[in-house]
């Protein structure tokens, strides 16, 4: 099953290296990583996307949250929440190709960065699979050349946040 875990993380040197790590060292492919600050500048908030059986990765979970720089974790799949991704895609077109292209950006509520024939680049924000989907029916228009992908970002749905998630739920079943 694919997992969401958010994780409340030190902003210092060497904290993202020791929570990958413990990944890798149990032979878990991160899927997808997403790093950014918090309101807190001493706090930073990893999103990682990773496969495994529920067990497995409550397992995880538990050794996840006894790393020192670990301040919080909450796995988003354990509950209702919100995942999105950014994307950007450069599409090498031929003829007519623009217009189709503009099209299928209007389709999924993208934004035409530059509509160059050559090298049109657009921008989407939405859920993963409608990502994979534009993404897709964008190579069947043209070829594309460039893709870049934010990777999930997530927050639970409702009032738990992930500060508050440790007062209000277990951490591993």
Same mark, same amino acid.
């Given at each position: ?53 529920? $067990? /497995? @990765?409550?397992?995880?979970? =538990? ?7 670990? #301040?919080?974790?909450?796995?988003? &799949? %354990? ?59 964008? $190579? /069947? @228009?043209?070829?594309?050349? =460039? ?7 997530? #927050?639970?749905?409702?009032?738990? &946040? %992930? ?11």
């Amino acid at each position: 099953m694919r997992h969401a875990i958010s994780v409340l993380l030190q902003n210092e040197v060497g904290a993202l290296t020791r929570m990958t790590g413990m990944f890798s060292s149990r032979g878990y492919n991160i899927e997808t990583l997403n790093v950014a600050p918090t309101y807190d500048p001493r706090v930073s908030r990893a999103t990682l996307v990773v496969s495994g059986s529920d $067990a /497995a @990765i409550a397992q995880l979970n =538990a050794q996840l949250a006894k790393l020192v720089d670990v #301040v919080n974790i909450h796995d988003m &799949t %354990l509950g209702e929440h919100f995942e999105r991704e950014l994307a950007i895609v450069k599409i090498k077109l031929g003829t007519g190709g623009l217009t189709r292209v503009m099209s299928l950006a209007r389709q999924f509520g993208a934004e035409i960065l530059d509509d160059a024939q050559a090298s049109c680049t657009v921008q989407l924000t939405g859920r993963v699979k409608d990502v994979d989907a534009f993404v897709a029916e964008a $190579a /069947a @228009i043209g070829e594309i050349s =460039a893709v870049a992908r934010s990777g999930t970002v997530a #927050v639970s749905k409702g009032e738990v &946040t %992930l500060t508050s998630f440790d007062r209000q739920h277990l951490l591993v079943p």
